[in-house]
């Protein structure tokens, strides 16, 4: 099969765009609004085409690279949760989820993929989107499917649910499959951060690691317009207690040897997660530089795709995109 190119939008961090590029696909250009995570993508990946642009404003027409892509992807930013779906303050949410449906037609990739929140999929709150969604992609000759996915179950040592609707173009691809399930069994948090941990000579980390021995609840960032570097909402930080993890901030190095974990101490005697640590936490190579100061590097982590998931996306698009060689043959 020739090469597989894509376009990303809304692409933060790279969680998506690396993901893709992990299961064979070659990115034409990437999009975000933000100058650190644009900052980030061209640290980590100087030659990828990075253009720091709104996707209510991008034009297409201006950047003719972005034309005939086998797929157009975007990891829209992570700005609802259960616990604000129906109370938007703004609609950009919307705005943004019908911007990149309205991208399909000027670019008409071969496949497009979309991640937002778990209630993009069966919230009543994203009804009226889906059914714009259905409307516009049935015009265009595309066959979509709506699905849930956990990262945990593809080796991100996370909960996280992420709701995906993946389109493909029904003249020139078979059925898409949706990906099955790679992990074995749940990575821990103590797994994935023993070794970091340990990586200043703390002497305790090795115990703290044993009981850290769960996923971590879902990783958010926050908006622009309001929250900070913590670790989410107040059920998340109680989870991260239960782990001997301060949730209320996020640190600026890992534990010294001389640092005393003593839960009953209060936050005082927890361990803080640094935003390398949270990295890991959502799948992204030790290698990975995020720029900007440590609140905007965080939120680019926390609204990030974890690259796991975005591989196996990017392995099940790319099995969709594949042509039958029976079909192939009798053409």
């Not at 008409?108 to 919230?123: F, Q, Y």
């Not at 190095?253 to 936050?267: A, H, I, Q, T, Y």
């Not at 290698?287 to 796991?308: F, M, N």
Request: overall charge negative; some cysteine; glycine content about 10%.
């Amino acid at each position: 099969m020739s090469e597989l190119t894509f376009v990303d939008v809304c692409s933060g961090a790279g969680g998506l765009a690396l993901g893709l590029e992990q299961a064979g696909f070659v990115p034409r250009l990437l999009l975000d609004e933000d100058k650190d995570a644009c900052a980030t993508l061209r640290a980590n990946r100087p030659r990828w085409e990075v253009i720091q642009d709104d996707l209510l404003d991008f034009d297409p027409s201006e950047h003719p690279v972005s034309h005939d892509v086998d797929l157009l992807s975007a990891g829209l930013p992570r700005v609802k949760s259960n616990a604000t779906i129906g109370r938007t303050e703004t609609g950009l949410e919307e705005r943004l989820l019908k911007a990149a449906i309205y991208l399909v037609h000027a670019i008409r990739p071969r496949a497009v993929l979309l991640e937002n929140v778990p209630g993009l999929v069966g919230s009543a709150a994203f009804q009226e989107f889906r059914e714009f969604a259905r409307a516009e992609l049935e015009h265009l000759g595309y066959d979509f499917t709506w699905f849930v996915m956990d990262a945990v179950d593809f080796g991100v040592p996370q909960n996280r649910k992420q709701g995906i609707l993946v389109a493909v173009d029904r003249q020139l691809t078979r059925a898409f499959e949706p990906p099955s399930p790679t992990a074995q069994a749940p990575m821990t948090v103590g797994e994935a951060l023993g070794r970091s941990m340990a990586s200043r000579g703390w002497k305790e980390s090795v115990r703290w690691a044993a009981q850290a021995d769960r996923p971590a609840p879902t990783v958010v960032g926050g908006s622009k317009n309001r929250g900070g570097a913590d670790l989410g909402p107040t059920g998340a930080k109680r989870k991260w207690a239960t782990m001997g993890v301060n949730g209320h901030t996020v640190g600026d190095k890992v534990p010294g040897p001389d640092f005393v974990w003593d839960p009953e101490l209060g936050r005082d005697g927890l361990v803080k997660i640094t935003v390398e640590q949270a990295a890991l936490l959502q799948g992204f190579p030790e290698t990975w530089e995020i720029s900007g100061r440590k609140t905007a590097r965080y939120r680019q982590v926390g609204h990030a795709t974890p690259p796991p998931v975005g591989a196996a996306l990017g392995r099940a698009v790319a099995e969709a995109l594949d042509p039958d060689p029976v079909i192939f043959a009798a053409g």
